[in-house]
């Protein structure tokens, strides 16, 4: 008996792998595999581009422009209804990872989610929808409690990340918080502009929402396509001698690195 390993066969020489923000620690591991040489390893011509917002990354790899999207996991379904199509390669980080971020002037503490109550709070299309899952199951009714989630004005020429350009707009008075990842929480907090309501990764949020989503690598079926097939035998022996990559030893977690601390879950 043999188990079938199906390896992807790409017929283009170069591969486009869309982003929807491109200095972002949200989706680092790839644009670092890519700049490290680890596709170039493997025999694979990549380049990275940033493509905003993430429902047009996947747009572009349903239409066949792209031949992966680095972008949060649920936003497949912007473009692949129902996952018809789109595959999920691995994650690139565990859990959803954006923060809720308010201004310093409301007084919010950590955790205080009131404070969103009568507020306009900026966030991605796609990306807001953690958002608003959160709010509902943490008890609000956005409409009864006045929360207006909307993208930030100007996003759609963010340039290279969405965060820093939502960071500007709480510190313009644009907006009264935003939901974006750790590099606009970085430029909000060190400016004094906002302070840090939700970390999610750290516990923050009701019961499950660690779990709504994650960053992840995606690609759809129709690039897997033709493929080859290896057998290999099943046997432990034979696994125990299956080369490993050095993209995949490289991106072991180490006990050291605060980046892969355990975090608290409720």
Known sequence: MYDRLTVPVYSRPAMRIAVPDLISNSYFPVIAASELGFFAAEGLDVSVELVFPVSK?????????????GGSAHSALAAFPGWRGARLLCAQAQGMYWFLVMRSDLGAHRGDLDCVKGRSIGAAPWVDMGLKRLLIDAGYDLERDGIRIAPVPGALNAGVNFGINAARALEDGKIDGFWANGMGTEVA??????????????????????????????????????????????????????????????????????????????
């Not at 990354?57 to 999207?69: C, H, N």
């Open 189 to 266: 907090v060190r400016s004094g502009a906002g302070t840090v309501v939700l970390d999610v990764r750290r516990g923050d949020g009701p019961r499950g929402c660690f779990d709504y989503t994650f960053s992840a690598l995606a690609t759809a079926t129709s690039c897997c396509a033709p493929t080859r097939t290896l057998q290999l035998r099943p046997s432990a022996r034979s696994r125990r001698h299956l080369p490993r990559s050095s993209a995949t030893r490289s991106a072991r977690p180490r006990r050291h690195a605060a980046f892969f601390l355990p975090t608290k879950r409720r």
């Open 57 to 69: 990354a996947y747009e572009a790899l349903r239409d066949g422009s792209a031949a992966f999207v």
